[in-house]
């Protein structure tokens, strides 16, 4: 009979799941990659889709299509639910609501985290994070669907609040989130709408901390406050966010408690994940604490105490305070893979996890960008060079990055977002009439 070989199970297709799978190409063993969606996700351009720059296909890969090459890689649709760390076993529930059971020698943990409300689970009805497909495809609906709603509103003041857009939370993705709507409705929409003037935009970016872009240098935050306010952006620094409705959103001062409320259709939220709800389950499986955030504490080679064959990688994992990027999660996933293909060689030592900071970049408006790398610092239109080489060169697959080439050129030459159909979230709420 044929000897049966490891079987590696790796939960999630972000890019610490994705990067695991592949470093065991050539590895004597066989690979089963579960995710509740069918394509992996660049998630740092999510904003772009859902400001009308790419469409979803651009920033998202069929993970069979990925991994269609590697003989000993499977896909398998679904949500893992349970862990039997005994047994061995992980329990995944198909789209359906049927079950089935995959067993692992080694199981690799990459499910990543999900949008933080801090205790307000109740704004997430009116604010949006951005961390998925749907998430983008919703603030998309929101944001087109503000400017089409003001332009049909009879009354100035119902008008300017359609108008307004909050986004809470001063890191990249609020930054650059801002940025996107205030060139949308400056540039694309120009002379598109008969009623209201889209240049009247208002777009607040509510943020806690006495600066935007914290984890950047201070020179470079600077830097994209001053593209920010030359393009519009109104930045409240200081303030929690601590009400959200259906038409305003309310600020506290963090230093005078002054509450105010803006009359504001649309917020979004980028301030702070959590820990999907699946890392519970595992940390109960595993008997391990997670921390404050939800993420499960791992050992120096990202193994979790206790169970030498099962590692959890990228944002779910807690070690020496990493950051929640994609590039750790990429390092991370290679490092496991690397990890579990010496294991499976005959090898004992296992190496200990070393994170390679590669920097960090963000995307103010067009030609405005910045970037740090050890000692470099970029901004401005040599910035947004940097940065654009940065993101086609971590973009999955040749059709992906020249399909965002080819929109990104498109967009500089003609200042039009062809990529703005909403949609309703499933065929029966789009069929249905809106005044039901």
């Not at 740092?44 to 069979?64: D, F, K, M, N, W």
């Not at 939220?269 to 955030?293: I, M, N, Y």
């Not at 496991?336 to 590669?358: C, E, K, S």
């Amino acid at each position: 009979m044929a000897k049966v070989r490891p079987h590696v199970v790796v939960i999630g297709a972000g890019f610490g799941g994705l990067h695991c799978a592949r470093r065991l190409k050539r590895s004597t063993v066989d690979v089963t990659v579960v995710d509740r969606g069918t394509s992996h996700l660049f998630q740092p351009l999510l904003y772009q889709c859902a400001t009308g720059l790419l469409s979803e296909g651009a920033i998202s890969s069929p993970v069979r299509h990925l991994l269609r090459r590697q003989r000993n890689a499977d896909v398998a649709l679904g949500e893992a639910t349970a862990v039997d760390a005994t047994a061995q076993t992980v329990t995944v529930t198909r789209i359906d609501g049927s079950e089935f059971t995959l067993r692992y020698d080694h199981l690799v943990v990459a499910a990543g985290m999900r949008t933080a409300y801090h205790g307000n689970d109740e704004f997430a009805a009116h604010a949006p994070g951005m961390k998925t497909l749907d998430d983008a495809l919703a603030i998309r609906r929101r944001v087109i669907g503000a400017f089409e709603m003001a332009e049909s509103a009879s009354d100035a003041d119902l008008q300017r609040s359609w108008l307004t857009f909050a986004v809470a939370g001063g890191g990249p993705t609020g930054v650059e989130l801002a940025g996107q709507i205030r060139e949308l409705a400056t540039l694309a929409l120009d002379r598109e709408f008969r009623t209201i003037d889209p240049e009247r935009a208002r777009v607040l970016l509510l943020h806690g901390g006495d600066r935007v872009l914290p984890s950047f240098d201070a020179r470079l935050s600077a830097d994209a406050q001053r593209t920010l306010d030359g393009l519009g952006v109104e930045t409240h620094l200081g303030v929690h966010v601590t009400g959200v409705g259906a038409d305003y959103v309310e600020t506290t001062s963090k230093a005078t408690h002054e509450v105010v409320r803006y009359p504001a259709r649309t917020t979004l939220w980028t301030t702070g994940v959590e820990a999907v709800p699946f890392a519970k389950t595992l940390a109960d499986a595993l008997g391990v604490t997670q921390d404050r955030s939800g993420r499960i504490p791992v050992r120096p080679d990202l193994s979790v105490d206790g169970h030498d064959n099962v590692w959890v990688v990228g944002d779910m994992s807690s070690l020496d305070d990493l950051p929640g990027v994609a590039e750790v999660a990429m390092q991370g996933g290679r490092h496991v893979g690397a990890v579990i293909a010496g294991l499976v060689d005959g090898q004992h030592d296992r190496a200990p996890f070393h994170y390679r900071d590669l920097g960090n970049a963000a995307y103010i408006a067009r030609r405005q960008a910045v970037v740090q790398a050890g000692r470099l610092r970029l901004s401005g239109s040599l910035g947004w060079l940097a940065w654009g080489v940065i993101h086609i060169a971590f973009l999955a697959g040749i059709r992906n990055r020249m399909g965002t080439v080819i929109s990104w050129s498109a967009t500089l030459l003609t200042d039009s977002r062809r990529e703005r159909a909403i949609t309703y979230g499933d065929p029966e709420t789009a069929r249905q009439p809106y005044s039901r």
